[in-house]
């Protein structure tokens, strides 16, 4: 299975990324945590990022595209994988595809995290990620608003939207039948 998660920061996605992952015997790649590896391993590619997760904006393409392409490439992934936080445009999505292509394949669904802003910002408050701070956390609310938000219209065809206010179990199970039921 080939899934792709798409909600605003702090919306739950990495919790249920990594569950379902589990369950499903797939990769759970996450972009956010493979710069944040590259950064804590003070890789080139980390130095390049770094300033960009610092504020809160978006890794220029091509270094994000780079690590993504590699990432899938990887044996683990061609069974399926579930990724989180990428694609945030739709230019990284047009990419996406035409890698996926390249080897006869296509997402299978889009999951969308719908949850309100008020109850974002206290879940980001709660996790004190370096990244975390009010300016970051707003910058990072008007990136997804402006530049992620219009791939729900992208992918409308195999989006299936899920209330993400709930507990981590009840928010589980949504997503399981969100999964179990394609769109
Ligand atoms: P996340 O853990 O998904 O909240 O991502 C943390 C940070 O990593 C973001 O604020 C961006 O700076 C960077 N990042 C993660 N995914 C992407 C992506 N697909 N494109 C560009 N930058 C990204």
Do not use: C
Not at 23 to 29: A, E, K, T
Not at 123 to 137: N, S
């Amino acid at each position: 299975m080939r899934l792709v998660l798409v909600g605003p920061p702090g919306a739950g996605k990495g919790t249920q990324a990594a569950l379902l992952a589990a369950q499903r015997g797939i990769p759970h790649i996450s972009t956010g945590d493979l710069f944040r590896e590259h950064v804590t391993g003070r890789t080139p590619l980390g130095r390049q990022a770094q300033e960009y997760l610092d504020a809160g904006t978006l890794v220029p393409d091509r270094v994000t595209y780079d690590m993504v392409r590699a990432r899938l490439t990887e044996s683990d992934a061609q069974k399926g994988f579930l990724l989180d936080g990428f694609p945030r445009t739709v230019a990284q999505a047009d990419a996406l595809a035409e890698l996926l292509a390249a080897g006869g394949q296509t997402l299978d669904a889009v999951i969308e995290f719908d949850v309100p802003d008020d109850v974002v910002v206290a879940r980001l408050r709660d996790r004190g990620r370096p990244d975390d701070t009010e300016d970051v956390i707003r910058n990072r609310q008007q990136v997804y608003r402006r530049q992620t938000a219009p791939l729900l219209t992208h992918y409308a065809d195999i989006l299936v939207r899920i209330d993400a206010v709930g507990t981590v179990e009840e928010i589980a199970e949504w997503v399981q039948e969100a999964v179990t039921t394609p769109a």
